[in-house]
């Protein structure tokens, strides 16, 4: 019996979850964090997790006074995209080892930033994934949206790492190379995404084999009740207020198309193994239901917390653990109710994308997520109505040449070729 299953058994946790999501071994002393996407709205959530473990808090700290390492966390390293002042406050803050700067407008204001730091700076893609296959590295926060996120996550996985993943994009693009690379290399990857954490911790002791069905919630965005006309004169700001999540521009986007629960059906079927016959969607205004797991008996079992990041993101840091998180608590109290309705695929086509791709695999999910990319930056450029954005994705998608199971090289390739193609078709519609 391994050091590994050994603590699963102690611990009650489900035998028959794929290799990736088993408790990663006990380690004497302090993790060792790189978080990646460090200026993002995931990255700022999970400084709020590592304050929260500081022996003395930052409000009680004098002036350039930093907190450094906390009781069972230390940021070894953080990486920073277009937001200096942010990234210059963390490094301020938490001291960390490793610096990098993914763009070039933040690695060229460093140096005149944060003068005083002597630690290592390092610059662009090649930084990022430098930081993640760092042996001083325990757990890698991937917190990276986009594509722009994917080889700092496989270098991560390809290490070994604890991955915890936000950067849902590197199941979409690459699940089969991600899944089978974690279990050669015994990295795990645990779902940051609020509603694959939830699946995950209503598997733990379950099991998967008698899972009958799981459902994604969705907030439906702030389009929920939109008709088709009126989503069509839409402008950015209004697809930008999220009504319960506050998160960055690309996903506020997807979650008011609804592409971002498309995406999270196909990181759902490669992180749990999952038949797509078993994946559902069920729109939930509330975001108080994170996911729900019904098994083979008929009883169902649900994830509830008020909306906010820092609860899935401690989760998995502390995995199999539980410890007092910063995370909004539940007041059972107030009045409120939970409200459950099915999604109206008319109104949000993007579902049936996300079904087909994850029901097809190979090399779908990458050109789903470049054209969509794409088409978002696009809307947002005020190039396309909103309207527009899911039936680009379907003609880009449909006409790609389908490869079951492509490598990187050619994962990225129809990457690229799915960008131009995107391009062309809002500029010739
Ligand atoms: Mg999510």
Redo the contacts with the bound molecule.
Sequence with gaps: MTRDSRIADTLGVAADLPAWLQPPAVLSGRKRLALLGGTGSIGQSTLRVLRHDQVRPFETLGVGEACGAGRRFELYGISGHGNLGALAAAVQEFRPQVVVGSDREVARGWNACCPGFVGEFYEGPEGLVRLASDPAVDVVVAGIVGRAGLESTLAAIECGKVVGLANKETLVMAGHLATDLAERTGARLLPV???HNAIFQCLLGAGRKQVRRVVLTASGGPFRTWTVAEQASATPQQALAHPTWKMGAKISIDSATMM?KAL?LIEAKWLFDLEVEQLQVVVHPESIVHSLVEFVDGSVLAQLSPPDMALPIQQVLDFPERVESPAKKMDFLANWSLNFHSPDLDRFPALLLGLEVARRGGSCGVVLNAANEVAVQAFLDGGIGFTQIVPICRRVLDSHPFEAYPDLRSLLDLDRWARQETTQCISKP
């Design positions: 995404d609020s509603e971002n999270e």
